[in-house]
C-alpha cells in the first residue's frame, strides 16, 4: 500500500486525554481512532493488526476441533432470564435498549446463554457431542473504568469458544488441547515470553479455573511467579492452601503486575441445566451436557503487544501481527528507482508499505517508520544507490547495512 493512499497521518503529540501508552501509541500512529473514553475505532493499519491476530486464534482454534460461527450482538431478556443474569443486580455492565414495540433487548457482555440456548435445539444424543463453536464478536461491556485504552473497552472484539462434551472426562481431554492452542497464539503473536498460564479461581466444577498473563507494568492484575517451576497463581487464590497443593514454596515467588489476554473455564453444568441442554446416553439415560469455556480479548491482545514490546521510538510489531512486513521510504529524488523496487517486492508476495511521499524530509520519515513500527525498514535514497543497492535496517536493530534488491528479496522470503 502507497502511504500517499493511507488517509491516516501520524502525530507528535500524545493525545491529552490518554494516559495509557498503547492508546497514546496507537492513536498517534494511526492504528485507532477515539470515540470515547473506553471506545475506538480501527483505522485501516489497525484493522491490518487486527486480522492478522483473529488469523493466528482462527488457526490455533481450528486445530482442535473449533468451529466457527457468528452470535447475534442483540440478545432477548427471555434467554437470560433463565440463568438470573438479566438482572441489574446479578450483571452491573449490561447495555440494554429497548425495541419500538416496547421489548428490552441487550446488547452481548458474554456469550453462554446465546451458545447454550443455541447448541440445545441440534443436541440429542451423544453422538453429537463433542462440539466446539466459536466467534469472533463485539462485546459490550459498561466498563466503570476505561483508563486501559483498547486494553479495557465498553466496545471490544474477542473470540470466544464454547466446549459441548459428554461428560468431565470427554471436557478433560480438550480443556488440556485448548491449554496447548492458547500457549501457541502467545508465542504467535510475541508475547511467549512474557505470558504465564496461571491458576485462577474456579467454580462448582472445578477447583480452578486458568487465565492467561501477560506481564506488564500496565496490567491490572496481580500475580505470583514461581519461575523455577514454571507455576504462576493469580491474587485471588493465592491463598496458603493452594501454595501447599501446588508445592510452591512462598519465600520463591516473585509478584508481578500482568494483564489478562485470556481465559479458560470449566463450566459444567452451570448453563446446561437452566437451558435443559441434555442428551441422551448410549444407555438411553437423559444426563446435562458438560460445558466449558475459552476467552481471547482480541483488541486487549492487540495493545498488549504494544505495551510489552513498544520502544521510546514507537510501536514494535513483531513480524506475525504486523500490518506490513517491510516499509519501504523513498529519499530525496528517487521515486522512479522506488517505484521499481516496490513493484518487485510486490511481484514476490511481499507486503509493503511505500512511503512514496513527495516533500516530506528524510527525518520526518525515519521518525514515521520507527513510530509504525514495521519490522524491516528499506531506504532508497541518493546515498544507498550510490553505495550500490538499498539502505536495510531491521525496526529493533541501531544498524542499516546496505543490500541489492535481489538479496533483500530472497532474505525476506527465506
Ligand atoms: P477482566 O477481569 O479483565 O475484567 P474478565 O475476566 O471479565 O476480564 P472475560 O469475561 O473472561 O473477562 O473475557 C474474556 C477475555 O476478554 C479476557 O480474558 C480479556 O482478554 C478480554 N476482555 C475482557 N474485558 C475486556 C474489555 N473491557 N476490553 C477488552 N478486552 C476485554
Ligand atoms: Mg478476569
Known amino acids: 500500500m502507497r502511504q500517499t493512499q493511507l ?161 468431565q472426562e470427554q471436557h478433560d481431554l480438550f480443556y488440556e488441547k485448548a491449554k496447548v492452542a492458547y500457549s501457541n497464539v502467545y508465542k504467535r503473536v510475541g508475547l511467549g515470553d512474557s505470558t504465564y498460564m496461571t491458576f485462577a479461581s474456579g467454580g462448582t466444577f472445578s477447583k480452578y479455573s486458568h487465565e492467561f498473563q501477560t506481564v506488564s507494568e500496565a496490567g491490572e492484575d496481580l500475580i505470583y511467579i514461581d519461575e523455577a517451576k514454571g507455576i504462576a497463581i493469580n491474587k485471588e487464590v493465592f491463598t496458603d492452601d493452594v501454595l501447599a497443593e501446588l508445592g510452591i514454596d512462598k519465600s520463591t515467588v516473585i509478584e508481578k503486575k500482568a494483564i489478562e489476554v485470556g481465559n479458560i473455564f470449566s463450566l459444567g453444568f452451570k448453563f446446561s441445566e437452566p437451558f435443559e441442554l441434555t442428551y441422551k446416553t448410549a444407555e438411553g439415560t437423559e444426563v446435562p451436557v458438560f460445558m466449558g469455556s475459552y476467552g481471547i480479548g482480541i483488541t486487549r491482545l492487540m495493545g498488549t503487544i504494544v505495551e510489552v514490546l513498544s520502544d521510546e521510538k514507537g510501536i514494535v510489531w513483531p513480524e506475525t501481527v504486523a500490518p506490513f512486513k517491510v516499509h519501504l521510504l523513498s529519499l530525496g529524488d528517487t521515486a522512479e528507482q522506488a517505484e521499481s523496487i516496490y513493484s518487485q517486492l510486490l511481484a514476490n508476495g511481499i507486503e509493503v508499505l511505500f512511503d512514496d511521499r513527495q516533500g516530506v524530509s528524510a527525518g520526518a520519515k525515519f521518525a514515521d517508520s520507527d513510530l509504525l513500527g514495521i519490522p524491516h525498514r528499506v531506504v532508497v535514497s541518493d546515498r544507498s544507490l550510490a553505495q550500490g543497492g538499498l539502505e536495510y535496517k531491521q525496526r529493533t536493530s541501531t544498524e542499516a547495512t546496505i543490500v541489492s534488491v535481489e538479496s533483500l528479496i530472497q532474505q525476506l522470503t527465506a
Open 7 to 167: 488517509f491516516t497521518k501520524t502525530s507528535k503529540d500524545n493525545p491529552s486525554d490518554e494516559v495509557s501508552k498503547n492508546a497514546q501509541l496507537l492513536i498517534r500512529a494511526g492504528y485507532i481512532h477515539k470515540e470515547m473514553a473506553g471506545v475506538y475505532s480501527i483505522l485501516p493499519l489497525g484493522y491490518r493488526v487486527m486480522e492478522k491476530i483473529i488469523g493466528i486464534v482462527k488457526q490455533e482454534m481450528d486445530a482442535i476441533g473449533g468451529i466457527q460461527m457468528k452470535t447475534s450482538a442483540i440478545q432477548s431478556k427471555e434467554v437470560w432470564e433463565k440463568t438470573n443474569r438479566w438482572s441489574d443486580d446479578v450483571v452491573d455492565n449490561w447495555f440494554k435498549t429497548t425495541l419500538k414495540n416496547g421489548t428490552e433487548v441487550g446488547l452481548s457482555f458474554t456469550n453462554e446463554e446465546a451458545y447454550s440456548n443455541i447448541v440445545k435445539n441440534f443436541v440429542s444424543s451423544y453422538k453429537d457431542l463433542p462440539l466446539y463453536p466459536y466467534d469472533f464478536k463485539t462485546i459490550f461491556r459498561n466498563e466503570t473504568r476505561s483508563k486501559s485504552g483498547i486494553m479495557r473497552g465498553r466496545e471490544f472484539y474477542w473470540k470466544a469458544l464454547y466446549s459441548f462434551s459428554a461428560d
